[in-house]
């Protein structure tokens, strides 16, 4: 489908969320509802009825944005008010009286006022950091601290590019299609629909799942519908309840919305990346805040199915409970450091695959889910969200799109790590070479060897590779990059015999990051603390300095070290 590259958009309109009487919202949500009424035999006629009442609610209630006049660049600082805007502007009113009349008193009373102007500026900049930093403590995050270092300096980043070369192969990257033809797929879908231990997953949502999963979510950017979280966290519980029977409505009826499988795209252009090339966007994806409220009821039924009946393998650390990126890193780390200890040899292998999540392919997912027990009107719901889904890029003002896609999970949705996970769950049915340890973070993932003869830790590493093949090529329709792989050896001596994935060699290389980490051949990791102190020598003196504020040091003396 080509793209209509010119097509001028009316402007986004904001809304002034922090500036609502939510009260006044909250009391007009009963009103504004009052004769709604679910249609269950259409659900989606009533849910577009909800979402229509919903937006004349909020034009009525919160307050839009107006822009201001554009004679600033960038955004104020921190510490500016209304008495250094004030001073700056009785300055300048000085200058152009002196300009039309340059007498000594005009003189005298403009370098007056611009030395109050100076000292005004300097008191409020001195002021407001010492204010910021008595915010802080040990349990602020480090990146709430660079956000206010980054807004005293006025720093704003150059990720926007005013050239649209790059869309259209963007949204060729994005919508690619072609997945497999599954035989007999309508059988899956018949199935297990009557299991006992798995039939609370095809249920009716109960109010306390939706109230648990709307106090999880975050205020984050609604999709093209425009109908962010807020507005639903400050409906009237009875409104909320009316939303819930209409969820459960188009649950009941396998209906989903078409606003809940259309993306807006957003890229970003990565630092440092030439702007025509589609590889240097990060694509951030905005869908429906409602879609993604229902998702996330769903994730958490499916993922109670999945820890309480140990579906998902113990190698498996991203998006789990319980578990995080250093636990996964430290598994690795305590196996190569005992092999280490006892004399051993370590190989280990770092393997990128191409496009994890954007190459599910919803037809093998279906036979994964339904040999795991899910029942086949769950997997139908799933299959029809995942497949025929709509996708446009935001960029300029300009909506770049539509495309449809039938592969790979929706970037940014709440079932998407999840589904992943499930996705990947037979890998150690299919790896099962003696002295090979695998670990997986989500999409990234480790195999490793210690022997005490460094050919035959080769030898099983290269055998479990062959192996590795056959699963993600031929049963998970994934590719594994061995040109984006590297290898590492840890032992004294170098082996005969290089390391290959289906017939291609993968490098050998003295250090590679993983999950963050740089980690070298010698395991010393001089490398990793010479690469973070040398990017955040500064920062740390700032932090240094922020921790001295919080603690009772003076601000004046601080100021001067930075």
């Known amino acids: 489908m080509s793209v209509d590259r010119y097509q001028i958009n009316p402007p986004i309109e904001k809304f002034l969320y922090n500036k609502t009487d939510w009260t006044k919202y909250n009391e007009l949500s009963i009103t504004a509802f009052s004769n709604f009424e679910v249609n269950n035999e259409n659900p989606l006629q009533s849910y577009d009825e909800f979402i229509e009442r919903l937006d004349t609610l909020r034009r009525d209630t919160v307050p839009k944005f107006v822009k201001a006049n554009n004679y600033r660049c960038k955004p104020p600082a921190p510490w500016w008010s209304d008495t250094c805007e004030q001073s700056v502007i009785k300055t300048y009113e000085a200058l152009k009286l002196y300009r039309r009349d340059p007498t000594i008193d005009n003189y005298i009373n403009y370098k007056r006022l ?322 090979v340890n695998i670990l997986q973070f989500a999409d990234d993932l480790v195999i490793y060897c210690t022997d005490h003869n460094v050919d035959r830790a080769v030898n099983s590493i290269n055998n479990a590779l062959e192996q590795l093949y056959i699963y993600y090529n031929d049963k998970l329709a994934l590719q594994i990059n061995p040109n984006k792989s590297k290898a590492m050896i840890f032992s004294k001596d170098f082996p005969s015999n290089g390391i290959l994935y289906n017939n291609h060699p993968i490098s050998v290389v003295s250090n590679h990051k993983f999950l963050g980490v740089v980690i070298d051949n010698k395991l010393c990791f001089n490398l990793h603390i010479n690469h973070i102190t040398t990017n955040s020598l500064k920062g740390l003196n700032i932090i240094r300095c922020l921790a001295g504020v919080t603690w009772g040091a003076d601000p004046k003396v601080l100021m001067g070290k930075l």
């Not at 601290?145 to 006025?154: A, D, E, Q």
């Not at 690619?176 to 899956?188: A, P, T, W």
């Open 114 to 435: 611009n030395a109050v102007k100076k000292k005004t500026i300097s008191e409020h900049k001195r002021n407001g950091w010492a204010n910021i930093c008595n915010t802080f403590n040990r349990t602020t995050p480090v990146s709430i601290i660079w956000k206010y270092i980054k807004l005293f300096k006025r720093i704003k980043c150059n990720n926007r590019t005013y050239k649209d070369e790059f869309v259209v192969p963007l949204l060729d990257k994005l919508s690619r299609n072609g997945c497999r033809v599954i035989d007999n797929l309508e059988s899956y879908f018949q199935i297990n629909n009557s299991l006992q231990k798995s039939s609370f997953l095809i249920e009716p949502f109960t109010w306390s799942e939706f109230c648990t999963s709307l106090q999880s979510r975050r205020n984050t950017t609604p999709g093209l519908d425009n109908c962010p979280y807020i507005l639903i966290k400050n409906l009237n519980q009875s409104v909320q309840k009316k939303l819930l029977a209409n969820l459960n409505a188009l649950w009941h009826l396998k209906k989903i919305p078409e606003s809940w499988k259309t993306q807006c795209v957003i890229p970003l252009l990565k630092l440092d990346k030439p702007p025509e090339d589609p590889n240097s966007y990060r694509p951030i994806s905005l869908s429906s805040c409602v879609g993604k409220l229902n998702e996330n009821m769903i994730k958490m039924r499916l993922e109670c199915y999945v820890e309480a009946n140990n579906i998902i393998p113990h190698v498996q650390y991203g998006f789990r409970r319980g578990r995080s990126c250093a636990d996964s890193f430290i598994s690795l780390l305590s196996d190569l450091k005992y092999a280490n200890n006892n004399n051993k040899s370590s190989v280990c292998v770092f393997l990128d695959i191409e496009g994890a999540f954007d190459n599910v392919d919803p037809g093998i997912l279906v036979q994964v889910l339904s040999d795991i027990g899910i029942p086949g009107i769950l997997c139908h719901w799933l299959f029809n969200f995942l497949i025929d889904r709509t996708l446009y890029i935001r960029h300029n003002n300009i909506l770049h799109g539509p495309r449809r896609v039938s592969k790979g999970t929706m970037q940014g949705a709440t079932l998407s790590p999840l589904l992943y996970n499930i996705y990947t769950i037979q890998i150690l049915n299919f790896l099962n070479i003696e002295g």
